[in-house]
């Protein structure tokens, strides 16, 4: 599946946003690609300016996972009311 072209130019959802595992995430993604806070799993960040997710081509743009992604980027469709948070600096990290 392809990254969809808006996202592609965007890519914001894909840095600083923690993202965090449910179960069933955990079949698809590298165990050195995890981090853990509080006990919590979540895909690591680079310790770049961004705080870049691991999973994000660095250059293409591309998510590595995108048939796999964490339910919790497939929360940030395209335009949906949490894409538009977060770009705007709005979004709640509780939603
Ligand atoms: S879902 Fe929204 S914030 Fe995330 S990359 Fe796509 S357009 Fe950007
Ligand atoms: S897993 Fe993919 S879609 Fe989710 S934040 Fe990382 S690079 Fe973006």
Known sequence: METPSHCLACNACCKGLTVYLVPDDFLHIKQEWIDYTHGRPHLRQR?????????????????????????????????????????????????
């Open 47 to 95: 310790h770049d300016h961004h705080r870049s997710c691991i999973a994000l081509n660095e250059t293409t743009g591309h998510c590595q996972i995108y048939e796999y992604r964490p339910l919790r980027c497939r929360a940030f469709r395209e335009d949906s009311e949490r894409c538009k948070a977060w770009r705007i600096g709005k979004y709640d990290p509780q939603d």
